[in-house]
């Protein structure tokens, strides 16, 4: 059973770079895309954007300029940057399996999630 | 771009059947799918492309969709269904990419 697992800072300043490092294990990363979602407190899912494993992406429009992801297979890894980060970007990220269809996707599973502060 | 409009909040008695929409233009012709979320846990999914199942997930979770409103419904609802539930669409009509809609609180009376 594949099973993912968030990784990285739990504090960022604010203008600097938020990195966080996806996990997949269980199964291979190989054809599938794979997705970061965020959720401030007490507040809905907002989709980050995704990757397939051979590097092609797909990003939130209104995050577009400050995200960049990254897959690396050797390692069954996936990761996310994201730049100039405000206090608005402090949020629990997830990491996704991202699967699809005709014109459509879905996410399942999911990681547990991690907490990104950003404060100074 | 495209937006989901979910109830903020469902109330029903044990036993009985929740209905959660899910409203977008034409989102007919589009793939719904559902996601639930207890309080600290990640989401998961519990209906994919309108109606399926993935394993696991008791059939008393169900989905439908036609025209501009999208609906997952709980039959014969437990305490434990108690939770968070988002739509989730796919948007290839401009950039390419994933709406949520705001989700909505289902509480157990």
């Known amino acids: 059973q594949v099973q993912l697992q968030e990784s990285g800072p739990g504090l960022v300043k604010p203008s600097e770079t938020l990195s966080l490092t996806c996990t997949v294990s269980?199964?291979?990363?190989?054809?599938?895309?794979w997705s970061w979602i965020r959720q401030p407190a007490g507040k809905g899912l907002e989709w980050i954007g995704r990757?397939?494993?051979?590097?092609?992406?797909n990003y939130n429009p209104s995050l577009k300029s400050r995200v960049t992801m990254s897959v690396d297979t050797s390692k069954n890894q996936f990761s996310l940057k994201l730049s100039s980060v405000t206090a608005a970007d402090t949020a629990v990220y997830y990491c996704?399996?991202?699967?699809?269809?005709?014109?459509?996707?879905?996410?399942?599973?999911w990681g547990q999630g991690t907490l990104v502060t950003v404060s100074s | 771009s495209y937006v989901l409009t979910q109830p903020p909040s469902v109330s029903v008695a044990p036993g009985q059947t929740a209905r959660i929409t899910c409203g977008g233009n034409?989102?007919?012709?589009?793939?719904v799918h559902w996601y639930q979320q207890k309080p600290g846990q990640a989401p998961v999914l519990v209906v994919y492309?309108?109606?399926d199942r993935p394993s696991g997930i008791p059939e008393r979770f169900s989905g439908s969709n036609s025209g501009n409103t999208a609906t997952l419904t709980i039959s014969r609802v437990e305490a434990g269904d108690e939770a968070d539930y988002y739509c989730?669409?796919?948007?290839?009509?401009?950039?390419?990419?994933?709406?949520f809609g705001g989700g909505t609180k289902l509480t157990v009376l």
């Open positions: 034409n989102i007919g012709s589009k793939s």
């Open positions: 269980g199964g291979s990363i190989s054809s599938y895309y």
């Open positions: 989730q669409v796919w948007d290839s009509s401009s950039d390419h990419h994933v709406v």
């Open positions: 990757i397939y494993t051979s590097g092609s992406t």
């Open positions: 492309d309108d109606s």
């Open positions: 996704a399996r991202d699967d699809f269809g005709v014109a459509t996707n879905w996410f399942d599973p």
